[in-house]
């Protein structure tokens, strides 16, 4: 009997070491990683330039407290703003963390308390964010939740339109829902909800936490669609591994998170800010980032030339390397037959088979990868 509490329905798999894009369980059997820690390791595991950056920290200290300058703190901040729409940082420890304070950020600042989600959304499991989530299966069992979120649906405008009154505050979207089945947005859509915010003075908050940190192809999802957001939360790849998130936002809204309006024990501990430096040195280059793009179009090449015409395969989708494949079937079985074949992949709902490989995924394991997914989804496709 473990005693851990059973909220994850585990694989039947011990993960002993990582490197790169392998991993290896408590048997020795090694699989490839396109799954990255559900968009975490974006360099690998243990890339060792961000290891070597995490060590040097090691052996200066761990720890301090917010109430003093840590001046790894000013660089991710400094590089963060320099990639985005905004001008300040607060750190937190997740994404959830993340969301939270952009919630609690966006209903200070604006003095009005609605904030606007959307159906199928995802931004977390504490009780703001869960709330936030729209999605009855996170929700479920907690009793009532907060009421100022109201559930728009996702690529319509109109709907968005009609929730709005006034005391909304912010409208909070995923450039790209992961959850909820790799759903990019529509460019419309998100360019002129950007509109709207900025027309009705309403904030706009981007959840980057799946989609940040090159993940596209860009820093952030949101830069493929030319839009300038109020918030902008990351978390995942920004650590590479070690628990980081951030809020990032403009700097209209710097005075109202003032000494004393939120807080975090460990958020911006020196250890998650020397990997988040390094991880930003290497996944905000220009050339990495466009060799992200190539491998994301030719990952995509290689399922489309692969899959488009089998049948079960209703839709590719996905933006750089985030790819969803979306099936008639339930894809569970597939990902348990990949597993057996040294893959790890993931699903986002019943239906919709999820790849996150790193972002130094080679060729080579794409087509490894590729030809094996044709494989079991054929398998378990029921045509």
Known sequence: ??????????????????????VWDTTGKSYIDFGSGIAVANLGHRHPEVQQAVEVQLNKYWHMSNLYHIPLQEEVADKLTANSSGDYVFFANSGAEANEAAIKLARKATGKTKIITFKK????????????????????????????????????????????????????????????????ANEDFLKSIAELASKKGILLIIDE??????????PFAYQHYGISPDIITSAKGLGNGLPVGAMIAKKALGDHFGPGSHGSTFGGNPLAMAAANKVLDIAFEPAFLQEVEKKGTYLKEQLNNKLS???GIKEIRGTGLMIGIECDFEVLPAVKSLMDEGILVLNAGPNVLRLLPPLVVT??????VTDLIQHCLKEHSPA
């Open 209 to 218: 936490i799946q989609t940040g940190i090159g993940r596209t192809g860009k």
């Open 363 to 368: 060729y080579e394991e794409i087509d490894k």
């Open 309 to 311: 015409k089998k049948s």
């Open 1 to 22: 009997m473990s005693a851990i509490f059973p909220t994850y329905g585990r694989f039947e798999i011990a993960i002993d070491k990582a490197e790169g894009t392998q």
């Open 121 to 184: 959304s995802f931004h977390g499991r504490t009780f703001a964010t869960m709330s936030a989530t729209g999605q009855d299966k996170i929700q479920q069992g907690f009793g009532p939740l907060l009421e100022t979120f109201e559930y728009a649906d996702y690529n319509d405008l109109e709907s968005v339109k009609k929730a709005i009154d006034s005391n909304t505050a912010a409208i909070m979207v995923e450039a790209i829902q992961g959850e909820g089945g790799v759903v990019p």
